[in-house]
């Protein structure tokens, strides 16, 4: 019986058809590449179109800082997306959505921003509250001095002063100071410092010569105008502080004690 054997297909003896199916391969891989570009572009421009644009731009709460440079430095902040660079500061998308910065690193000045953005309006309001100046710190061994706030940030350059109407600390501490960090390492330090100076004001002791002088002792003093020189530790405010100052100008000469110590707890060594 003849049997037919069927043969297999060889595709160098028949290389019209091997040259059809290649050429329809790279046919659909470049329609869709063009297909890609043509949304990507379509993409871009409905991003770009005039109602996505912001209609405006408000900067408010600021004082030290310009308008301009407030916005720049906000949607630099902003720039931790991708999509974001994509579409730029100039569209209301850009603020609207994602997460925006409280704080600037480039102005220490400037304590807090908020954004807030109308996608209907295109509007965008950056409130921007700035720090308010408390104290002077200056460097022992420099004359380098810095402007701080209230919570002991150090925010803006100042110039040596002198006199009792601006509260001004000497660093003795040999440290290198930088703006936007706090004049203490810890936060906790910071508080009893100012709550001691605080109550000296509520008992009418004047601040004459403030200094930190050392950390690892946790030392610092204040030299009041009424003459001695009251040192205290960094770690703790004195029981009962302000009922001791009150007391303190009756049961002491000031004119014989160069020296008020409180730097142990309960207890106060004069000289």
């Not at 297909?9 to 019209?16: A, H, M």
């Not at 050429?23 to 570009?37: D, P, Q, T, Y």
């Not at 600021?62 to 660079?85: C, F, H, Y």
Request: aromatic letters at 12%; one cysteine or more.
């Amino acid at each position: 019986m003849f049997r037919y054997k069927k043969k297999k297909f060889n595709p160098e003896l028949y290389p019209s058809h091997h040259k059809k199916k290649r050429n329809a391969i790279w046919f659909w891989i470049a329609s869709g590449a063009i297909i890609i570009l043509l949304l990507t572009g379509a993409g871009y421009a409905a991003l770009n179109l005039v109602w996505l644009r912001v209609a405006d731009f408000k900067v408010e709460g600021n004082v030290q800082v310009p308008p301009d440079a407030i916005i720049s430095e906000t949607a630099k902040e902003m720039l931790t997306n991708t999509w974001r660079g994509w579409i730029g500061p100039g569209n209301i998308l850009f603020w609207v959505f994602g997460k925006t910065p409280e704080r600037l690193d480039r102005f220490p000045e400037v304590k807090e921003v908020r954004v807030t953005s109308n996608l209907f309006t295109r509007s965008v309001n950056i409130t921007a509250e700035e720090r308010t100046p408390f104290a002077i710190l200056c460097e022992a061994s420099s004359t380098r001095c810095f402007v701080m706030d209230h919570e002991g940030i150090l925010f803006a350059s100042a110039p040596q002063t002198e006199g009792t109407l601006i509260l001004k600390i000497q660093d003795a501490t040999n440290r290198t100071l930088l703006l936007g960090m706090p004049f203490l390492p810890d936060a906790l330090w910071i508080h009893h410092v100012f709550s001691v100076l605080e109550a000296l004001k509520r008992n009418d002791f004047v601040p004459r010569a403030t200094s930190i002088e050392s950390l690892s002792l946790r030392t610092w003093s204040v030299k009041v105008t009424q003459g001695p020189t009251f040192v205290f530790s960094l770690n703790f405010v004195p029981d009962n502080l302000d009922s001791i100052l009150s007391n303190l100008s009756g049961k002491l000469d000031f004119s014989s004690v160069s020296t008020v110590n409180f730097e142990v707890p309960n207890r106060i060594y004069y000289q």
